[in-house]
């Protein structure tokens, strides 16, 4: 399992509507082969500055599969009359979960 | 309940060191006022950037109780001689938890 950050800055005045549509397109991850996860986290230092955090089987399941499916298509069309630039992603594992409690 | 994202850059040849630098660190964050859950993200497309995942009931807890405490300055001891730059911080909310299957 790995997980895809993608940090998304939206237009001033769009959150509301970016949230509502992050909403919306959560469908389409979740039925998407290997999609195991999402949330939304929300920067309270840039509040316009948003982490979109998918957790996946394989990079390959977001960047191949998800990617050329109509799933993302969705996604797009939906999330991206909001963004302000085209959003920064990487993929990381979790190499030490040392506590919850 | 709140979340310190620290991205910190280690230096070539560090990584394993600094593993086990945060995993022996984390009694100092298990023990902070506030503290909830701590994890370790680490970059697949760049090895040398993680990511310190700390939860916290406030922003204060880590900025204010935590920075101004002896667990603080432990875990710079421990893991700060392998960080190639000063670590980026920002926290974050969680906004949406769409789901996890």
Known sequence: MIY????????????EAFEAAV???SAQF???????????ERSIEHPLRYRLVVGWATVEDHTVHFRESEGFRIWRALAGPHFASPP??????V???AFEQ
């Open 88 to 93: 920064r992603v990487e993929h990381v594992t």
């Open 30 to 40: 979740k039925a998407a082969r290997g999609c195991h996860s999402m949330r939304l």
């Open 95 to 97: 190499v030490l979960s």
């Open 4 to 15: 895809e950050i993608a940090e998304i800055d939206v237009l001033e005045g769009h959150a």
């Open 23 to 25: 909403a919306e397109a």
